[in-house]
Every structure is written in C-alpha cells, then in structure tokens.
Antibody
Framework: QVQLQQWGAGLLKPSETLSLTCAVY????????WTWIRQPPGKGLEWVSY????????SYADSVQGRFTISRDNAKNSLYLQMNSLRDEDTAVYFC????????????WGQGTTVTVSS | QSALTQPASVSGSPGQSVTISCTGT?????????VSWYQHHPDKAPKLIIY???KRPSGVSNRFSGSKSTNTASLTISGLLTEDEATYYC??????????FGGGTKLTVL
C-alpha cells in the first residue's frame, strides 16, 4: 500500500527559504502526477502546485507563482517543494498528494508538515 | 483562481440526508467533469470520497453521492452517521492545469 512521508517543517522568518520533501513508499511514483496542497491555520485547503509525470506540465497557484518551485526525482521516488521569499501568509500545514490519474483527484495524501513564517 | 463557493456549515440528525453545494463558473465546475470531494477530519489527511463528479473510490460508502448541474456541483450524504461529522471540500480542475478548492463546509451531526 502506497504511503507518503513528508519532512521539512520549520519556523522561519519572512524572506527565508525552505524545502519540503515528500517520499513515496510501497507504490509507483513515476507513473503519477503529484500535487502540493496547504491549509493555513483556521482556514480551508488551498491548492499550491502540480507536476506531471515527466515535468512537462507544471502549474502554480497565483499566490506562490514565482516564489515556489515544484520538482520531482523519479529515481528517488520523491517530490519536492522549494519555497523562496516566504511570507507570513505562507504559514500552513502542507500536504503532498497523488493525482489518481482519473479526473485531477487526489487519492493518496501525506500526513502534512507544518511551516510557520513569522518575524 | 477564485475559490469555489460552499456553505460554511450544514447539519443533520443521524439517519437523515444532507446536501452540500459547490458553486463555480464555466471556467471550472461548469467547464469540466473534474469535480472531486474530500472529507477532512481535524489533524488527519483529507480523504477522497467522490471524483469525476459522481464516482466513488473503492472502499467509500455508497451513502456518499455526487452530481453536477451547470456551474454547481453537489455532494449528498444519506443515512448520516456521527462519524460523518467533518469538513467537506470540493475541488475542480480549472483552466491552464490549475485546481481550485471550495472554502469547505463543516458538517455537524446533531
């Protein structure tokens, strides 16, 4: 059964940089698209970014465009999110999730990792 | 990338049915049959319960059903159980390979 393990949580100051990792165990990684989703404290889920199987398609939410970079390493079964120029409003629990390959649905989720940005 | 519109809260008694709406535009909900619904309990990972507007993943109860009319998708939960108490989110594919979530609906089972 596929499992996602996330790490990279942190407490950072505005303008700093953090990288999140999502490692996939027990299932195919290269055969799927992957996404990052976040949930700010007390708020709803927000889609962050999306990457296709061979990185031919990458997209970002307007709120992170130009600051965040999604990437993947199929050899390491891992998904990454490089977050630059962090802002207070980037404070959230970040989830990685697998696109089920049917209708842009996310059928497997990581446990979430907390990123706090505060001066 | 405007969020889809969901009611903030709904409630029902055990055994009853509730319906949660999710309203978007022709650029997202109305333009594609790529609406999904997620159940989210606090401090847990969200769980996919409906994909492709009205399809259930394996293992999801048939008490959950989805539909869509023009720019509004709906999730119906029948035979409410106390364990259904959670926050429910819709999401839709939108133009330029983006995804958009609804604001979430907190379901209270009275």
């Amino acid at each position: 059964q596929v499992q996602l393990q996330q790490w990279g949580a942190g407490l950072l100051k505005p303008s700093e940089t953090l990288s999140l990792t999502c490692a996939v165990y027990g299932g195919s990684f290269s055969g799927y698209y992957w996404t990052w989703i976040r949930q700010p404290p007390g708020k709803g889920l927000e889609w962050v970014s999306y990457i296709s199987k061979i990185t031919s398609i990458i997209s970002y939410a307007d709120s992170v465009q130009g600051r965040f970079t999604i990437s993947r390493d199929n050899a390491k079964n891992s998904l990454y999110l490089q977050m630059n120029s962090l802002r207070d409003e980037d404070t959230a629990v970040y989830f990685c999730a697998r696109d089920g390959g049917r209708s842009y649905d996310m059928d497997v989720w990581g446990q979430g990792t907390t990123v706090t940005v505060s001066s | 990338q405007s969020a889809l519109t969901q009611p903030a809260s709904v409630s029902g008694s055990p055994g009853q049915s509730v319906t949660i709406s999710c309203t978007g535009t022709s650029s997202d909900v109305g333009g594609y049959d790529f609406v999904s619904w997620y159940q989210h309990h606090p401090d847990k990972a969200p769980k996919l319960i409906i994909y492709g507007v009205n399809k259930r993943p394996s293992g999801v109860s048939n008490r959950f059903s989805g539909s869509k009319s023009t720019n509004t998708a709906s999730l119906t939960i029948s035979g409410l159980l106390t364990e259904d108490e959670a926050t429910y989110y819709c999401t839709s594919y939108a133009t330029y390979t983006t995804l958009v979530f609804g604001g979430g609906t907190k379901l209270t089972v009275l």
